[in-house]
């Protein structure tokens, strides 16, 4: 017999004599585990739990107090909210499922904890859990497929780039080489310096891309490289990087040549949104170039900037808040009945589509209701799921105890005071600023309609901006709301995904002589600005990037951004503490940001009463 299934048995002895596989209840009273006799694996997953009870005596209590599925449900419930982006690996080592792109439902039902995981495109699978062996980075489990008795082993990985890391270095280095090496035919008259994706102490990016400049005369250019084997997020985070090695390259060069702009190579069919954002860069500044890598040719095809990424977005049609909820009136009654009389007041009901709304507390997310045909006729009824992050349970007479813990839970530990150690209050945090601004918006920001506000649900992978919302001022002129809960190096990337698709519904259709943006609903009754749209970030001032500023700092003039910074304990109040802008117009001196000028170059002069050379700029 394998060891395996020895080790299996010997622990099922101790066991109720019931059928094989059909509880996890030890030999105790009541049917409660005997903690001082338990498993090793049930003794880590409760040193699991614990270090996330800090400040929560629900979970601390509720670790002790549940029998082994409750206890096998917390443990992952706890590692997915650690690790959103997790993988699943099969007994095989191959990639099962990426939980950034799937959703799952844990069961504890009839003394089983019951894992079901599924994705679109993809087969799902549904296991019954045996065995967790957590740490903080990884989790073993032992699983159990229905019908069979032996067990099998998945394991998931709390970071897909963990364990990529080995394989994504290999392929850096030899992507570094193909550039060097394909210089001469790469760029015919420009002379290129070694590639190295190793350079994070220079100007603060990570190694996904290698980096490097041209030199012709007097003349330079910064480029940066990402390779194919990247995921997609770090091909689109390269702009953020590629500004700042140019804006490193132009500053702290001492040489007498010109470093005129910045040429950015990413792999074939990956440039839309890329060539999107580069079209709001300022072009007085520096040359702004890109090119896609034909690898099989190995030559560099340029790309023309366009914003066809934000024109081809999804266009969503505005939603009758006031319509919508009526229409589920019925169905929001019952979630709010659950909830203690002085909380009801903190559901927060937000609609994304005319059959879809979504119900939060303090800004966490946690039921979906959603109107759906019945199968054998036109009738339509309401579907309630809940659930946080990905999980994804239908509510029933069954599973209603687990929305009652939820909810307990989240008036318990979702509180200014609590630590970022509870996964309760580290969930969702923009969506959390998001509604706090929200409810101090007049003292924010005075001159913004508080009434008219829609959520921005038109991103260019058709999916939630979270924490970007669409205002109108009192001028009429429409308002794009970025808000960052968290230190995000991309905060400037991603508020220009947002102004840019509103910037493209905003422009008058010469047929129509009208912005789509009204064609779609939005501000009804209300005269809109001809003017391009503003763009806020608002970010707590210890969590502003600095290095976010300097990417601000070379989009074009058009977008007229404006940051304001608010105290680090928003959640108990919203106060401004400064404001930034790029041409002044509302901020003190100190605070304003100014856009870079052109670096000209230097002449060297010889000091002889110190001895030594310095460097002078010339006179534009």
Not at 78 to 96: C, I, M, S, T
Not at 567 to 594: P, Y
């Amino acid at each position: 017999m394998e060891p395996k299934m020895t080790e299996f048995i010997h622990f099922r002895e101790q066991l109720q004599p019931v059928r094989f596989g059909d509880t996890y209840h030890a030999n105790t009273v009541e049917g409660r585990t005997n903690w001082s006799n338990n498993q090793p694996w049930i003794r880590q997953c409760l040193q699991f739990l614990e270090s996330d009870s800090a400040g929560s005596a629900s979970i601390a209590r509720a670790a002790h107090d549940c029998d082994v599925p409750v206890l096998l449900q917390r443990t992952l419930e706890r590692f997915f909210g650690l690790h959103p982006h997790a993988v699943l690996l099969e007994h095989d080592g191959q990639v099962a499922f990426d939980m950034a792109n799937s959703e799952y439902s844990i069961s504890s039902e009839y003394r089983r904890c019951v894992l079901q995981i599924w994705a679109e495109g993809q087969q799902n699978i549904v296991r019954t859990v045996m065995e967790l062996w957590p740490t903080e980075t990884a989790i073993k489990i032992k699983v159990r497929r229905f019908g069979r008795s032996t067990l099998e082993n998945l394991i998931l990985i709390g970071d897909r780039e963990t364990l990529l890391l080995r394989r994504k270095t290999v392929a850096r280095a030899a992507y570094c080489r193909l550039l060097d090496s394909g210089s001469l035919h790469l760029w015919p008259g420009w002379k290129a310096t070694v590639f190295r994706s190793n350079r994070r102490s220079a100007f603060g990016v990570g190694v996904s891309y290698a980096l490097g400049s041209l030199t012709q005369g007097q003349r330079t250019q910064a480029v940066i490289a990402v390779n194919a084997k990247e995921s997609e997020e770090q091909i689109n985070g390269c702009l953020t990087a590629g500004l700042l090695w140019y804006h490193h390259c132009n500053t702290q060069s001492r040489s007498s040549r010109v470093v005129e702009g910045l040429s950015v190579i990413v792999p074939q069919g990956t440039s839309d949104l890329i060539a999107a954002r580069m079209t709001y860069l300022n072009h007085t500044i520096a040359k702004w170039r890109l090119f896609e890598h034909d690898l099989g040719e190995n030559r560099l095809v340029e790309i023309e900037l366009s914003t066809k990424a934000f024109q081809g977005s999804r266009r969503v049609h505005a939603v009758n808040n006031t319509l919508c909820g009526s229409r589920f009136e019925e169905a929001i009654s019952v979630i709010r009945g659950l909830l203690p009389q002085e909380n009801q007041s903190e559901l927060k009901v937000a609609s994304r589509r005319a059959d879809l709304i979504t119900l939060s507390i303090r800004g966490l997310t946690f039921v979906q209701i959603q109107l759906v045909p019945e199968p054998l006729n036109f009738n339509r009824t309401f579907v309630t799921t809940f659930g946080l992050g990905h999980q994804v349970t239908e509510l029933n007479d069954q599973t209603s105890p687990l929305l009652d813990e939820i909810i307990a839970r989240l008036i318990a530990d979702r509180v200014p005071s609590g630590t970022k150690r509870n996964t309760m209050f580290r969930l969702q945090t923009d969506n959390w600023l998001a509604s706090r601004v929200q409810e101090a918006l007049p003292e924010i920001e005075p001159t913004l309609h508080p009434n008219h506000k829609y959520s921005l649900v038109m991103g260019p992978d058709r999916r939630l901006n979270d924490g970007a919302s669409i205002h109108i001022n009192s001028s009429g002129r429409v308002v794009v709301l970025q808000v960052r809960g968290e230190d995000d190096l991309h905060l400037p990337m991603r508020a220009i995904d947002a102004w840019g698709q509103i910037e493209q519904l905003c422009q008058s259709d010469p047929s129509t002589d009208a912005a789509p943006i009204k064609g779609l609903g939005y501000f009804p009754g209300l005269e809109l600005s001809p003017e391009k749209p503003l763009l806020y970030l608002i970010v707590p001032g210890l969590q502003l990037n600095a290095r976010a500023t300097i990417i601000l700092s070379y989009f074009s003039k058009k977008v007229e951004w404006r940051i304001i910074g608010i105290n680090q304990d928003w959640r108990t109040s919203c106060k401004v503490v400064f404001r930034k802008t790029a041409g002044g117009t509302e901020s003190s001196a100190g605070n304003i940001i100014k856009r870079p000028e052109r670096i000209l170059p230097s002449r060297c002069m010889f000091n002889f009463s110190r001895h030594e050379f310095s460097h002078e700029r010339a006179e534009a």
